[in-house]
């Protein structure tokens, strides 16, 4: 199984909810990651899990806050977003983390609206 | 720090043209380099990678050399399809237990039939 998966496929939410993504790997990856996607532009990191530690924050504000339940599970918890937060939110992961030539898989990615 | 500078798009080319994407980077140390392609609607596919100098990665006719003298990974692919209409992003990661994949821009490409 070489797949990252990621639900919902679709999230529109308000400014007020409280909503949750998911991402699952069953690669055996220790790393895994989260990054954000506006249109026409390329990905940009916002966290990074190594053993399920959080190991990397790119300065990302808190109403994002992911959480890492296992080894194969990513979750990121979202509340009181801002419309500007609308983009394709990908998971991915890796196998050891400080290895720079172990590439990342990426997931399909949840596409979020916020109004 | 790290950087990767991509061929500006959009790049339109008509079915069985040639194709070269243009990728050259600054880092420290030894990067890695790879070249992810995304297709619409879709997350980030691994499409090639090249580990070390004068490496060369190639998958599904597209093939790159990691060039260390120019630094360069430039993609090319000999005859396009419509079916490679898709946005290709370069991308580097360095050793240094470093976890960040540095991307480029992006290019979109489009084959018209």
């Known amino acids: 199984d070489t797949e990252v998966t990621q639900t919902p496929k679709h999230l529109v939410m308000g400014m007020t909810n409280k909503k949750s993504l998911k991402c699952e790997q069953h690669?055996?990856?220790?790393?895994m990651y989260w990054y954000k996607q506006k249109a026409k532009k390329p990905p940009e990191l916002m966290f990074v899990?190594?053993?399920?530690?959080?190991?990397i924050n790119e300065s990302v504000p808190s109403r994002f806050s992911p959480e890492c339940p296992n080894s194969s599970l990513l979750n990121l918890h979202l509340h009181a977003l801002q419309p500007e937060d609308s983009a394709l939110y990908l998971c991915?992961?890796?196998?050891?983390?400080?290895?720079?030539?172990?590439?990342?898989?990426f997931g399909p990615g949840t596409r979020l609206t916020v109004l | 720090g790290d950087s990767v500078t991509q061929m500006e798009g959009p790049v339109t080319l008509s079915e069985e043209a040639f194709l070269t994407i243009n990728c050259t980077y600054t880092?420290?140390?030894?990067?890695?380099l790879f070249w992810y392609v995304q297709y619409p609607g879709e997350g980030l596919q691994l499409l090639l990678k090249?580990?070390?100098?004068?490496d060369k990665g190639s998958n599904k006719g597209f093939e790159a050399t990691y060039r260390k003298e120019t630094t360069s990974f430039h993609l090319e692919k000999g005859s396009v399809q419509v079916s490679d209409s898709a946005v290709y992003f370069c991308?580097?990661?360095?050793?240094?237990?470093?976890?960040?994949?540095?991307f480029g821009t992006g290019t979109r490409l489009t084959i018209i039939p």
């Open positions: 991915a992961s890796s196998q050891v983390v400080a290895l720079s030539y172990n590439e990342q898989f």
């Open positions: 690669m055996g990856h220790r790393a």
């Open positions: 899990y190594s053993y399920e530690k959080l190991s």
């Open positions: 880092a420290t140390g030894y990067p890695s």
């Open positions: 090249a580990t070390k100098a004068d």
């Open positions: 991308a580097l990661r360095t050793n240094f237990g470093n976890e960040k994949l540095t």
